[in-house]
Structures are given as structure tokens and as C-alpha cells.
């Protein structure tokens, strides 16, 4: 992300000129799937990168994920891969991963920033 930071171009935006999505928030959000699913195999994974414009389409993401992991005993990961796009473009040091995890039971289990 550090290099990155302040040097890189906005690929689309979404719901407003502050919801914007970059190569990089692309990139480590592969990353991020790349490790969890090499480690965890049968978890499953959201990406905000991978949902749809605005608040229903989260919602319903969020969701679909849930109900997913009703059929076995796997963990649902939630990452925003870049957590403050915005300043992240900006080259503001303001920014971060955010990763959530979910157990079937639909308690969270643990969150970082």
C-alpha cells in the first residue's frame, strides 16, 4: 500500500466522489483472498471490492454471505482491503485493511483495523 499511497489513479467510482475504488484497493484484496483462501480453504470470503453500488447492494452481499455459512461450520472473512480509499489516493497517511471474521452462529469472532 505504501507505494502506492498519493501516486495512483482512480479506477471507478462508485456511489459518490468519495466512494472510489483503485488499483490498489483491487490488488490487495486479491491478496488478502489469496492468503485467507490458502489458509482456510473452506471459509468464505467478502470483499468490499466485490459488491455492487451503494447500501442495498451491501446489504444484500452481506447477506448472501451470512446464509452461505449456514450450511457448515465454515468462517466468513469481511475485509474492506483499503480502508479510507480516499485519503489513501490523496497520499494521506490516514488509512488502513480492515478484516472481520464471522462464525456460523453469526457472532463476530474478531476484527482488526
Known amino acids: 500500500m505504501r507505494d502506492t499511497s498519493g501516486k ?10 468519495r466512494d472510489i475504488v483503485t488499483a490498489s484497493d483491487i490488488a490487495c484484496q486479491e491478496t ?5 483462501r490458502k489458509e482456510y480453504p473452506t471459509d468464505r470470503f ?7 453500488v451503494g447500501t442495498g447492494a451491501s446489504v444484500d452481499a452481506l447477506q448472501q454471505a451470512l446464509d452461505s455459512c ?3 461450520d465454515s468462517l466468513l472473512w469481511i475485509v474492506d482491503p483499503i480502508d479510507g480509499t480516499t485519503n489513501f489516493q490523496a497520499g494521506l497517511p490516514v488509512f488502513c485493511a480492515s478484516i472481520g471474521v464471522v462464525a456460523p452462529d453469526k457472532k463476530v469472532v474478531v476484527a482488526a483495523v
Open 46 to 52: 467478502l470483499g468490499e471490492e466485490s459488491v455492487g
Open 32 to 36: 488478502i483472498s489469496d492468503i485467507i
Open 8 to 17: 495512483i489513479d482512480v479506477l471507478k467510482q462508485k456511489s459518490s466522489a
Open 70 to 72: 449456514d450450511s457448515d
